[in-house]
């Protein structure tokens, strides 16, 4: 066998340096070759995602969100009755099967049936390593069936409107939806929701329901759930791919804190309370802060001390508007208006993976929302002239 130490003086003598320069000099280029690797490994993860992400993204470009566009909106405002309203949400790709004499729950019922299969169909398209988050946002689908139920039996409606207007998703089965619907009281019917994830958590708030008679404390119970999911979800997201569903959490967390605190003050809801309403995880305010936000005397208080950051700039043109109006929805509208700028945002920054999906999911309730506010409307439920300014669309909030 050769001598390793023979070999390394031949390439010595033939480099014209010494055997240790030789060790040196290898040394150095195998490091610059396993770095190369590494770099080259780690650009083909990367383009292995976006291959991953390409059917998904251009699935959701080509069906697009035309109601939150001010001008398609405006067409769709212009319908004169439901037929040709319905017509124009078919041209756009909104196949709604309704007949023309169809009463409000119908429409409501309808369009939240089709949020929910729009919604389950991207999930069953989207790549397993962003799967977690959307399987968790799915939560939010499943809160909503349970608010409406609340609020139904809350407001002392019939049963029958319940399971009409009640839509199965997830752990809300029809079996579920009946038996909430046959439930004698609010505090029965909490106690046939399945215990995880929400009948536990609405038993704990339970107290406060029956102290205060508003809906507030077991829709927040319900809204913290929801944000236990998707929060824990983040962690399980492919690291590569994580930061646009990072910084929706962060955002979606903080705006719905701070409407959470709006809606504490309004309601005169004491700190100790409202305090245990607040989700962790939000990008700018922690729950500390949010408890000192609490210790302010009125709402506009709490507006004047979010100053400096982008919530306060959503905000602030709609302050004079709620002084005159004394109307918290005005503040609402705009935070929703800068959910909306913001997953925009994210679509064009993360363009090549789950910024269009994030952007797509949202924007569709939005836009079901913005079509039911026109289907009232036409009914008379809501007045025609007041259907635009109460509509969230791009432009806005930016």
């Not at 059917?55 to 959701?60: E, G, H, I, S």
């Not at 100053?307 to 302050?319: C, I």
């Amino acid at each position: 066998m050769t001598d390793p130490g023979d070999i390394l003086a031949v390439f010595s003598s033939e480099l014209g340096m010494s055997p240790e320069q030789v060790l040196v000099a290898g040394l150095g280029i195998f490091i610059l070759l396993l770095f190369i690797i590494v770099t080259f490994l780690g650009y083909f993860r990367i383009l292995i995602h976006i291959a991953a992400f390409a059917f998904p993204v251009a699935r959701v470009k080509a069906i697009g969100n035309p109601y939150i566009r001010p001008y398609d909106l405006e067409i769709l405002s212009e319908s004169k009755s439901l037929f040709e309203l319905y017509g124009n949400m078919r041209e756009a790709g909104f196949p709604v099967p309704m007949k023309e004499s169809t009463e409000s729950p119908d429409i409501d019922t309808a369009l939240d049936r089709l949020y929910v299969g729009e919604y389950i169909k991207l999930e069953e398209s989207v790549p397993d390593s962003i799967r977690p988050f959307f399987q968790a946002f799915h939560s939010f689908l499943e809160i909503e069936e349970l608010k409406k139920a609340i609020r139904i039996h809350h407001a002392g409606l019939p049963p029958d409107l319940l399971k009409q207007r009640m839509v199965p998703v997830g752990v809300i089965s029809p079996d579920i939806i009946e038996s909430l619907a046959q439930s004698p009281s609010v505090e029965e019917m909490i106690s046939r929701v399945p215990q995880e994830p929400y009948g536990r958590v609405l038993g704990l708030v339970l107290p406060e329901y029956q102290e205060t008679r508003i809906t507030f404390p077991l829709e927040s119970a319900l809204d913290r759930a929801a944000f236990s999911e998707i929060h824990r979800s983040v962690q399980k997201v492919d690291a590569v791919i994580a930061g646009p569903v990072r910084e929706f959490c962060g955002v979606y967390t903080d705006i719905v804190n701070l409407l959470t605190l709006l809606r504490a003050r309004s309601f005169g809801i004491g700190p100790e309370e409202s305090s245990r309403l607040f989700f962790p995880g939000g990008a700018v305010y922690e729950e500390w802060r949010l408890r000192q936000l609490l210790e302010l005397p009125g709402i506009i208080d709490i507006v004047q001390q979010i100053s400096g950051t982008e919530y306060y700039e959503a905000l602030h043109p709609a302050v004079p508007g709620f002084e005159l109006s004394g109307r918290l929805q005005d503040l609402e509208f705009v935070l929703e208006q800068y959910l909306l700028h913001k997953v925009l945002v994210l679509s064009s920054t993360y363009h090549l993976t789950g910024g269009p999906l994030i952007k797509f999911a949202v924007a569709r309730q939005f836009e079901i929302r913005n079509i039911r506010i026109i289907a009232h409307s036409l009914q008379g439920i809501v007045l025609p002239e007041s259907t635009m300014p109460r509509m969230v669309s791009e432009g806005a909030g930016s």
